[in-house]
Every structure is written in C-alpha cells, then in structure tokens.
C-alpha cells in the first residue's frame, strides 16, 4: 500500500533555531500533501495544505511566514518551523494523497524547543 | 460547539468484545475519515467513506449522510486495537479521539 515517510522522528532544537520536516510519499506521486499539528491531549488541527508547484494555502490563524511549506516535487514536501519558541513544541503530522480518495499519513514528527 | 463530536471518549473492552465508536457531524461532507493513533503517535487512516459501508477485515465503518452520522465497529476486539480512533470530515474537522483498551 502507500506509504509516506515523515522524517525526522523526533527532534529538539534550541529556542530561535529553525527546523525542518519532510514528508515523502515513496510509491505513489502525491499531488495534495496537509501539514498537521497536534497538541498534548487534542485532536489534529489543519495548519495547511499544498499542491504541487503552488504555493501552500493555510488555515486561519496559522503563520505562513513562521510555518514555511514547500511541496516542489510529487514525492516530497517541508515543512520548516522557524525561529521556534517552546510554544512550537508539538507533534506534526503530513499526510499526503494522489486523487483525494484515499490519504496517506505520516508517522510524525515530535518537535521540542527548549 | 464541536463540528464533529464522537462518542465515548473512552472506553475499555474485554478482548474478544464487539466495540462500537459514534461519530456525529455538522457539516456538510464530501468524505468522512476514520483513523487510528497509537501511542506512539503515528497515524493509519482506516477507511475514507462518502456513503453507506466498508469492511476491512475485522473493522467495519457506516455512515449515514442524513443523519450526519457515523459508526466505527470492531469484531472480536484485541489487545493490539487498542488505540485513538479518531474522525474526520473533509480532512479538516476532527472528533477528539475515542480511546480504545481492549483488555486480555
């Protein structure tokens, strides 16, 4: 089946760093990808969506100019987190579809600044 | 109030039991997601609905558009189902998670 690789893992970063995070899907061309992010204890919350070759169209209250997307290939988008503060701590999550019938989820990324 | 509310938020089986997760919505739809996160935090979408039924296994999704609703069942439940199952409309709506402990 599909599968999407979302690398990396875990990471720690200092506090005015930047991060970031790809999503690849290995065998299949994915021409939508979303960007989620998920707080302790809630539920997945939309950040933004990309198309490839266009640029990405964020949710509400999401900073695009903070949470920079990149979906420049079928197979691969980022997402770079920059100047992270403690509040960016979270679990960010991709998850990527060829024809809006099926989706693909990312294993996740926890991100903690410190 | 929420756009999706599901139902309970928690629950505890024994193995072997037949488990039922409700999903409600108050949007308009053009597909309903059910998904599982283990604890780890990684996520499988399980069924992607737009009407009626699918089966997957041990795993069976309704959904019916009229009634804004949607059930998630689980046949002879497991140790390994435990789990959040969560759902979603349109990718962009998401219930709060039901967590699944299936017992031995």
């Known amino acids: 089946g599909a599968v999407v690789s979302q690398h990396p893992s875990r990471v720690i970063c200092k506090s005015g760093t930047s991060v970031k995070i790809e999503c690849r899907s290995l065998?299949?061309?994915?021409?939508?990808m979303f960007w989620y992010r998920q707080f302790p204890k809630q539920s997945l919350m939309l950040m933004a969506t990309?198309?490839?070759?266009?640029?990405?169209?964020?949710e509400q209250g999401v900073e695009k100019d903070k949470f920079l997307i990149n979906h420049a290939s079928l197979t691969l988008s980022t997402l770079t987190v920059t100047s992270a503060h403690p509040e960016d701590s979270s679990f960010y999550i991709c998850?990527?579809?060829?024809?809006?019938?099926?989706?693909?989820f990312g294993s996740g990324t926890r991100l903690t600044v410190v | 109030k929420n756009e999706v509310e599901q139902s309970p938020q928690n629950l505890t089986a024994q193995e072997g039991e037949f488990i039922t997760i409700n999903c409600s919505y108050s949007?308009?739809?053009?597909?309903l997601h059910w998904l599982q996160q283990h604890p780890g935090g990684g996520i499988v979408s399980l069924f992607m609905?737009?009407?009626g039924k699918k089966k997957h296994g041990r795993l069976i999704a309704t959904i019916n558009i009229q009634e804004k609703h949607s059930s998630l069942h689980i046949t002879a439940s497991h140790p390994r189902d435990s789990a959040v199952y969560i759902c979603a409309v349109n990718q962009f709506y998401f219930g709060t998670g039901t967590s699944l402990t299936v017992i031995p």
């Open positions: 609905l737009s009407s």
């Open positions: 998850s990527a579809s060829t024809d809006g019938n099926g989706y693909t």
């Open positions: 990309s198309n490839e070759g266009s640029k990405a169209t964020y």
């Open positions: 949007v308009g739809i053009s597909a």
């Open positions: 065998d299949f061309q994915a021409t939508t």
